[in-house]
């Protein structure tokens, strides 16, 4: 008997594979959610003083020159002072703070961080225990999939769904940021996924697509028209049109009134329970993640529910 046909007939086997899995693929998330918008916003600026530059008269070599050493700057206060490459894979994981090397052993997802007592253990400083929680996160997440949907395809795809749903929103909370190597990834994929009708049939997914960037995309113009004011970033148009693509134009307004009631509940907890600003702006992301992934699983019982209540 193989590993697919063992894990395939015996599901216990089946969840503490995909539990220990993403387990590491958590650990994985947490770097892209730390390195990528780093890398994305030293590119942005080494290519805007690229652009000024050649604006202004000057050569594109002395700016260029410029521009890596801003960019090198930036990359050296996340590591070593001699490296000149910061990306998802380079260099090697370190402490942000006295910038040791992280051994293989102090990098087991929840394990090392109850080992080393969540501090350094070179420097002792404090790690935050969000980066536990969200291997967490993913391993309980993905073994949701599999106990869901069984070991089948569409568990796979919504395993994948998952950790981009889980990168965009840690993203988003931290710096107001989609990245758009995600979202348009994520949108492709929704589209081929669905050519074989895996969520939704070919048509559903499309038109989901299309729909769900221009709603946010009329409302962001009405807003924008009527007060002056911009009211959400062209990363929320992307993500709404990948779940669209993903799950069909028909749970478009669920996820919107689902995205809209938490953030409203969350927006106005923030406010009432810990003193936040009322100006402040609040990310939009990590309302339509939460909302498109409970559509996945539960999106049909909950209109069915609420049909059943209003007729």
Not at 138 to 152: D, H, I, K, Q
Not at 236 to 254: S, T, V
Not at 267 to 287: A, S
């Amino acid at each position: 008997m193989s590993i697919i046909d063992y894990l395939a007939q015996t599901p216990s086997a089946l969840f503490l594979c995909t539990f220990i899995i993403s387990l590491l693929i958590g650990s994985f998330l947490n770097v892209v959610i730390y390195r990528l918008p780093v890398s994305l916003m030293a590119g942005w600026k080494s290519e805007c003083e690229t652009f000024l530059a050649e604006e202004n008269g000057e050569t594109t070599e002395v700016n260029k020159g410029k521009a890596d050493h801003e960019k090198d700057s930036v990359e050296n206060n996340t590591g070593n002072n001699k490296e000149s490459t910061f990306n998802i894979a380079y260099p090697a994981s370190h402490c942000p703070s006295c910038k040791a090397e992280i051994k293989a052993w102090q990098n087991i997802p929840i394990i090392s961080y109850l080992l080393l007592k969540g501090r350094c253990h070179a420097c002792k400083i404090r790690i935050s225990p969000r980066y536990p929680l969200v291997e967490l996160a993913t391993a309980l997440l993905s073994t949701w999939c599999v106990y869901s949907l069984g070991f089948s395809v569409e568990a796979g795809l919504a395993i994948l769904l998952t950790w981009a749903l889980i990168s965009l929103t840690m993203i988003d909370i931290d710096h107001h940021l989609l990245p758009d190597n995600i979202t348009l990834p994520l949108l492709w994929l929704g589209l081929l996924a669905n050519t074989q009708s895996v969520f939704a049939s070919p048509i559903d997914a499309i038109i989901g697509a299309a729909a769900g960037y221009m709603v946010l995309w009329s409302i962001y113009w009405a807003f924008k028209l009527l007060t002056n004011k911009e009211g959400m970033g062209f990363g929320d148009f992307k993500l709404l049109a990948a779940l669209g693509a993903w799950m069909g134009w028909q749970a478009l307004p669920l996820i919107i009134i689902l995205s809209s009631l938490v953030g409203a509940i969350i927006g106005i907890g923030g406010i009432l329970l810990m003193g936040k600003e009322k100006n402040k702006p609040i990310p939009f992301g990590p309302y339509l993640a939460i909302a498109g992934w409970i559509a996945l699983f539960w999106g049909s019982d909950i209109t069915r529910l609420y049909l059943g209540y209003a007729l």
